[in-house]
């Protein structure tokens, strides 16, 4: 199909709140990249997260062939096991972004992931998208720019956020601006706004500041956005610059952005939550149909005040909660091993 073709097929990205068809997983962790600590513990995580959204809607796990048989023994009857060469577990970035149309097509963006700028082997991942997109029977749509899934989040209406530390990087796009890139997702992902948010500050960062670390839609014209509470840390200052740039914000309908903070938690579990790079949040939760799927990090009160948040933000959709330490201690989130298909 030549690019004037498929302008012309109106792709849009609906927001996650949007009845799925399934949701997408990889089981790719190796002792390589994780250790001989974290690997029992990040599998066990992917089982426990699979399982929960199984309860709500299919769930398709890609996983090794030499993996096949631990992870069918963990992930149980619910998952549907896909086997496909991988080099990691971050399906949010390795997978594509689905995209519907009118005419009830699905399609699946492929955002050239070159291993978050690359920072990370990633021959296998690389091929993810176009493969995810031929088991979805969905049209394959090369993007121009890198980037990854976790870097875009969307409204379902129009409106993007995010981060130019990620997607504005000369270790992904070196010479892009702007503008370009606004003109290529309004293409691929039906937008007409983007609200562009900083980013991290911290060098260090492998994903150089995704939005949904940051902020979500809960639901059109709403963002629950993350408030550190750490002064230590550098997302201290990053959290409330993009608060006050949120607030100021209006969305591609003209309505002014409604921003709920959420606080990090003050402690953590000690067996894995001393490990650098403990990503111990609760912005980056995901949403399947009828649930939202999100950590704890035994906090009690800090856990308590997130499902609540969530039950407000979410109303009708039951709040799970999970341990995901291996998961957070890799550095990400449920949302960033997950990925969600639109029904058409």
Not at 28 to 34: F, I, K, R, T
Not at 267 to 287: C, E, L, Q, S
């Amino acid at each position: 199909m030549n690019d004037a073709a498929r302008h012309q097929t109106n792709w849009r990205m609906p927001g996650e709140g949007a009845p799925h068809a399934a949701t997408w997983m990889a089981f790719g962790a190796d002792v390589e990249l994780w250790g001989t600590k974290l690997l029992p513990v990040i599998r066990n995580n992917l089982a426990s997260v699979a399982k929960a959204i199984a309860v709500y809607e299919p769930v398709k796990m890609l996983v090794r062939e030499e993996d096949y048989d631990i992870a069918a023994r963990l992930c149980g009857p619910s998952v549907s096991l896909v086997v496909q060469p991988l080099d990691d577990v971050w399906l949010r970035d390795t997978g594509p972004a689905f995209v519907t149309n009118p005419a009830g097509q699905l399609g699946a963006v492929g955002f050239n992931f070159n291993g978050w700028g690359g920072k990370q082997t990633h021959a296998h991942d690389a091929k993810i998208a176009e493969r995810v997109a031929e088991l979805a029977q969905a049209e394959f749509i090369k993007a121009g720019p890198k980037l990854e899934g976790g870097g875009i989040e969307v409204d379902g209406e129009g409106t993007a956020i995010i981060t130019k530390s990620c997607v504005l990087n000369d270790n992904r796009n070196p010479g892009l601006t702007k503008d370009e890139c606004e003109a290529e997702l309004f293409r691929l992902l039906g937008l007409q706004k983007i609200i562009w948010l900083p980013g991290c500050h911290n060098k260090d960062d492998i994903t150089d500041g995704h939005t949904d670390f940051y902020a979500r839609f809960s639901s059109p014209g709403v963002v629950v956005a993350g408030l550190e509470m750490d002064t230590s840390f550098d997302d201290y200052e990053v959290t409330r610059e993009h608060l006050a740039i949120l607030r100021k914000s209006t969305d591609a309908r003209g309505r002014h952005l409604k921003v709920v903070e959420l606080q990090g938690p003050s402690t953590v579990r000690p067996k894995y939550g001393n490990d650098d790079g403990f990503a111990a949040g609760y912005i980056n939760f995901y949403v399947c149909n009828g649930a939202v799927i999100a950590p704890e990090f035994g906090d009690a009160a800090a856990d308590r005040n997130a499902r609540d948040k969530l039950r407000d933000l979410y109303p009708g959709r039951e709040i799970i909660q999970l341990n995901i330490d291996g998961i957070a201690a890799g550095g990400g989130g449920i949302h960033c091993v997950t990925q969600q298909q639109p029904r058409t």
